[in-house]
């Protein structure tokens, strides 16, 4: 089992932030519909995300590109809960399916059968501040438990201890990554660590390059709307207003040989997706500051839709033979 607490400070109000991410949500999923190039999808903050599936042709090719046959995310269900956990307070309840047939090897998908059977369960309890997802994979109905529980605290820049009250047991097992949106290169937790010790002409280097960059970053970006921006190192010390996220993630994979090897490549992956959609929410500041929640709310109504019906998947691999599952063990190790 590996547990992780993400610490992801942020120039923002929580107000500000719960409209900002809803905004983040609903242009990542139109563009993950349009955009047969997208990234990968990420876990959902918000009430309801989703994508609906792109039916134009590919315009490179001039037809559909392989293993896209259907949407990539399809949103399941939607409702509000008039009490739910300890505080017995509302909260929204969202249910969406990510199909990972175009993000997975070949060979997998072919050991694995049918396309729409190779999908990632999620179910998200929001009770903003308060948030807590669990996911769940057909293909290891028993094997994995994957779990995010996340709080947003205000005026805080990630330095409480046990936020999340976590047990002395779980506490000697927990890793904190501290996620700086500003950091001038995208990388791993070992070299965030490292790279606060670096020379200042490294850090002067990289905003050069990230100043002639098309995308906006952090470090280089400033708001005309708020005044905030750039953000430079130890600007989270400074920055008022600030707030941090700090998630909470438990991933166990029971699956002998390389059960820590998928553990340690999906942290990886968050923590990418982490960064990216916080840099955005901040570098997309102005297209929604000044956006309502009400704005806000009719903005996913006219862009996402809730399907009227749920997609058959196919038997659970675990009836499938031996013969396949011992081969895509052995692919799957050779490969990590």
Excluded at 169 to 180: F, N, T, Y
Excluded at 201 to 225: G, I
Excluded at 282 to 299: A, H, K, N, V, Y
Aim: aromatic share 8%; hydrophobic share 30%; with cysteine.
């Amino acid at each position: 089992m590996l547990v992780k607490e993400y610490r992801i400070p942020l120039p923002f109000t929580l107000e500000e932030y719960e409209r900002g991410h809803q905004y983040i949500n609903v242009r990542s999923a139109t563009t993950l519909s349009s955009s047969s190039s997208s990234s990968s999808p990420s876990p959902s903050l918000s009430s309801s995300s989703a994508s609906s599936a792109s039916s134009s042709r590919s315009r490179s090719h001039g037809k559909l590109p392989k293993q896209r046959k259907q949407q990539e995310v399809h949103l399941v269900e939607v409702r509000e809960l008039p009490e739910w956990g300890e505080s017995k307070q509302p909260a929204i309840y969202t249910r969406r399916i990510f199909y990972l047939s175009s993000r997975i090897p070949k060979f997998a998908a072919r050991v694995a059968g049918r396309l729409d059977h190779l999908t990632l369960h999620e179910e998200a309890w929001n009770q903003y501040p308060y948030l807590f997802t669990q996911y769940t994979c057909p293909l290891f109905p028993d094997r994995l438990l994957f779990q995010v529980t996340t709080r947003h605290v205000e005026n805080d820049a990630g330095r409480q201890f046990n936020v999340h009250n976590l047990s002395p047991e779980v506490l000697s097992k927990r890793v904190v990554d501290h996620i700086d949106i500003a950091s001038p290169t995208s990388s791993s937790a070992a070299s965030s660590a490292s790279s606060s010790s670096s020379s200042s002409s490294n850090d002067d280097s990289s905003l050069l390059a990230l100043a002639d960059s098309p995308t906006p970053h952090p470090a280089t970006y400033r708001s005309v709307k708020t005044g905030r921006g750039p953000l430079r190192r130890g600007w989270e010390k400074r920055s008022t207003p600030v707030m941090c996220a700090y998630k909470l993630v438990t991933i166990h994979f029971d699956y002998a040989g390389i059960g820590s090897q998928v553990e340690q490549l999906v942290h990886d992956h968050l923590r990418t997706v982490y960064q990216r959609i916080h840099r955005e929410c901040f570098c997309w500041l102005d297209d929604w500051i000044d956006m309502s929640s009400e704005d806000l709310t009719r903005l996913q109504h006219e862009n996402l839709t809730l399907p009227s019906s749920i997609p058959k998947l196919s038997p659970p691999v675990e009836q499938r033979t031996g013969r396949k599952r011992r081969w895509l063990k052995k692919k799957l190790f050779s490969r990590l």
